[in-house]
Nanobody, 123 residues
């Protein structure tokens, strides 16, 4: 069992930056692939970024590539999402997710989810 808690959401102007963090507790954090997803009102939850267990490989949705960076600190049981050059269309609830696998996927087939944190980007 893994518990995930996201922090760092808020309101920011277009062009600004935010850093989300997700603290994990429970089983060994380094054994989990970690992902960030988001869900805007009236839309389905979508993939944002993912990182493999060691942190050596990262994956991004085309819509955020070059603007967002996912990273992890296995010593601190935490995964981060640095979001730069934010756009109004980035407005959504952002979710951290974990899966006990060596395979990184961009679908929502993650077993553990946080409660989400709201990110609002004003124009």
């Amino acid at each position: 069992q893994v518990q995930l808690v996201e922090l760092g959401g808020g309101l920011v102007q277009a062009g600004g930056s935010l850093r989300l963090s997700c603290a994990a507790s429970g089983r060994t954090f380094s054994g989990y692939v970690m992902g960030w997803f988001r869900q805007a009102p009236g839309k389905e939850r979508e993939f944002v970024a993912a990182i493999n267990r060691s942190g050596g490989r990262t994956y991004y949705a085309d819509s955020v590539k070059g603007r967002f960076t996912i990273s992890r600190d296995n010593a601190k049981n935490t995964v981060y999402l640095q979001m730069n050059s934010l756009k109004p269309e980035d407005t959504a609830v952002y979710y951290c997710a974990a899966k006990d696998s060596i395979l990184v996927t961009t679908t929502t087939d993650y077993k553990y989810w946080g409660q989400g944190t709201q990110v609002t980007v004003s124009s």
